[in-house]
């Protein structure tokens, strides 16, 4: 049984080289595709965050105007 050796004429080494840069232009586009998801996924968070400090400020207000309220009713009665 012989040997069948492969030879990498020009035909084959231009199509390897068309398919590496094939390979190149999918993972520069998945690249650009994470860039993307990870900056809406920062905008996310970043808009659950603020969303977050927002009703802490708001629970915090009506908490201290509860209390100055009460503290007020208390004063009147004495």
Known sequence: MSVMLER???DRMDALDAKA???ELDVRDLRQGLREHRKETKEGFDAVHRLI???TLAVLT???MGFSALIG???TQL
């Open 73 to 75: 009713l208390i004063a």
């Open 53 to 55: 400090v927002q009703t």
């Open 21 to 23: 840069d094939r390979l």
């Open 62 to 64: 009506a908490f201290v």
């Open 8 to 10: 990498w004429n020009d």
